[in-house]
């Protein structure tokens, strides 16, 4: 192996710049993403534990289409598709007006897909409460929204903040395909030092090593609310 | 770009043949080398040797925290530096595919084998079975028959993930439609035929998986 090893350039201008920033779009997709999908997502888990067939049908049928497209034709058709589909005057204020494309659409693909993950963990964790606590709460007087609003979703919702740190970690994983339509995020940005620098191991390491950290980091820090969450007297509450 | 004309797709559908089974064979070629890899790190992982179990843990967690793109840029460096000449992109891919793969396929496993109940690898060392044959005959036949479903769920997904050899230019189903979307400039025909075909496969491929789910719960 003929490799000229150059640790150097990982902190030498302009590359550390370019980490440092290919680093920041990565939260900024990532996080803005996440609220996309954590929002929608609740919505659509909701939906699909209710009475209503139609709200029911609705949540499964989005679930079924987005999960079953690859994620990066899914940015595709956002990204060259979508904008030709629409009237066209909407459809040139997307392509030239509006603000920052790739980066709008690389939220919105990655949100939108991320929905359809984050509703089955949710409907997974109301479904988990248990018929027992939705009879007594119907028996107490409880609306079916009552119920959910007051004992479904706040039990739920601690029981899934393990699936959905993964989910979240998911989205931080996926961010890197932003890069295919232009978003210079932190894959992309080592590819580019190694395309300008040839020194492809370090720029690779580099971000091989950022991207564990911050899994780690995120998994410690989600434990620790998850303990602190814990619904008492449930089997491996610890009392 | 005028009306729409789906007449590309049918002039193209060798092309596109083609380009399906590259990604064919990258799903199976990468579910093949993961579940077996990944059957090797999920006994490494339970394993009473710490060392193993800490070398397999650290793998296992280490792919699972990395993007499958980087994984792909790694190894699209890294094999050809390796063998000290280029290999085309499919080898690089294909090795990098079954790697990341065998860490998701480990843990699934894991949880397979886990399910199985302790008794039964009890019984079989009482029998006089070595540690390799009470897996061999007893464990892991019947943690493989519980898995079934979730690791063709996983084929799923890997099916879906091969798309990503598009940031290598690997030629295939997605790269070869792209191709033909630029050059015949049918950019909207070309998706919607790629995500239909995704959909429909993915889609007819997870009912299957249910239904099996179903009866094998019977």
Excluded at chain 1, 115 to 134: F, K, L, M
Excluded at chain 2, 84 to 92: A, D, E, I, K
Excluded at chain 2, 178 to 206: D, G, T
């Amino acid at each position: 192996m003929n490799y000229n090893w150059d640790w150097s350039i990982l902190i030498a201008e302009p590359y550390l710049g370019w980490i440092v920033s290919g680093l920041g779009w990565t939260i900024v997709v990532s996080l803005l993403a996440w609220v996309v999908a954590f929002s929608l997502g609740s919505i659509l888990g909701i939906m699909r534990t209710t009475s209503s067939s139609l709200l029911r049908g609705i949540a499964t049928f989005y679930v079924e289409i987005f999960r079953n497209i690859p994620l990066l034709v899914q940015f595709f058709l956002w990204f060259f598709i979508f904008p030709e589909l629409l009237p066209v005057d909407a459809g040139t204020w997307v392509k030239r007006e509006m603000p920052m494309p790739e980066f709008t659409t690389a939220i919105i693909a990655l949100g939108l897909y991320t929905a359809s993950r984050v509703c089955e963990q949710v409907r997974s964790g109301i479904e988990s409460v248990g018929t027992g606590q939705v009879a007594a709460a119907r028996a107490l007087g409880l609306t079916e929204w009552q119920t959910m609003r007051y004992i479904l979703v706040p039990v739920a919702y601690r029981r899934v903040i393990p699936p959905l740190t993964s989910e979240f970690l998911t989205i931080f994983k996926n961010s890197s395909l932003a890069l295919t339509i232009g978003v210079i995020e932190l894959t992309a940005v080592t590819r580019q030092i190694e395309e300008y620098t040839f020194q492809g191991f370090e720029a690779f390491t580099a971000a091989t090593v950022i991207y564990s950290m911050i899994t780690f980091f995120v998994m410690w820090l989600m434990k620790k609310i998850e303990v602190r969450s814990r619904v008492h007297g449930m089997i491996g509450s610890g009392g | 770009m005028g009306a729409f004309d789906f007449s590309v797709i049918f002039d193209n559908l060798p092309f596109l043949l083609k380009g399906m089974q590259t990604t064919l064979l990258l799903t199976a070629v990468a579910m093949f080398g993961g579940i077996v890899l990944g059957t090797l790190l999920a006994l490494a992982r339970m394993s009473s040797f710490t060392f193993l179990s800490v070398v397999a843990t650290s793998y296992i967690n280490f792919f699972r925290s990395l993007p499958l793109i980087l994984v792909i840029f790694w190894f699209y460096f890294l094999v050809p530096l390796a063998l000290g000449r280029p290999v085309g992109g499919l080898y690089s891919v294909l090795v990098a595919f079954t790697l990341f793969e065998a860490a998701y396929y480990a843990e699934i496993i894991r949880a397979g084998i886990s399910s199985v109940r302790s008794g039964q690898a009890a019984a079989a060392r009482a029998l006089g079975m070595s540690y390799g044959q009470s897996m061999r005959f007893i464990v892991l036949p019947q943690a493989f028959r519980a898995m079934v479903p979730i690791l063709l769920t996983q084929g799923i997904v890997l099916f879906q993930d091969t798309s990503l050899v598009y940031v290598v230019g690997l030629k295939d189903f997605l790269v070869s439609a792209e191709l033909i979307a630029n050059r015949e400039q049918r950019l909207i025909e070309m998706f919607s035929f790629v995500a239909l075909v995704y959909l429909a496969i993915c889609f007819s491929a997870s009912q299957g998986v249910k239904f099996l789910e179903r009866r094998m719960k019977r």
